[in-house]
Nanobody, 123 residues
Framework: QVQLVESGGGLVQPGGSLRLSCAAS????????MGWYRQAPGKQRELVAV???????NYVDSVKGRFTISRDSAENTVNLQMNSLKPEDTAVYYC?????????????????WGPGTQVTVSS
């Protein structure tokens, strides 16, 4: 069984910074990509940033230059450093991992999600 556990959300003033972390645990054989999505009230979930196995990254345009995604492959963790936060960054942030894990004795590639962590940017 695979679990993703997020940490680091909270309340911050506009212009402030937060760092989100996500740790994956379980019968993991290989992690192909990890990333962060967010969902604001009344809006669809959107991709914020993703990092591949080779370290390539991709960001939604609205966070480029402000957010940085990084990954510690040895620890199966992914981090999201968020700077210059804006009120429109307020959302529940979800960690996502596309990985190969042992499921019923069979290696299987699936998408996994964390439970989400609230980020609120407000004065």
């Amino acid at each position: 069984q695979v679990q993703l556990v997020e940490s680091g959300g909270g309340l911050v003033q506009p212009g402030g910074s937060l760092r989100l972390s996500c740790a994956a645990s379980g019968t993991i054989l290989k992690i192909n990509a990890m990333g962060w999505y967010r969902q604001a009230p009344g809006k669809q979930r959107e991709l914020v940033a993703v990092i591949g196995k080779a370290g390539g990254t991709n960001y939604v345009d609205s966070v480029k230059g402000r957010f940085t995604i990084s990954r510690d492959s040895a620890e199966n963790t992914v981090n999201l450093q968020m700077n210059s936060l804006k009120p429109e960054d307020t959302a529940v942030y979800y960690c996502n991992a596309r990985l190969v894990a042992v499921v019923g004795a069979i290696p299987l590639e699936q998408n996994y999600w964390g439970p989400g962590t609230q980020v609120t940017v407000s004065s």
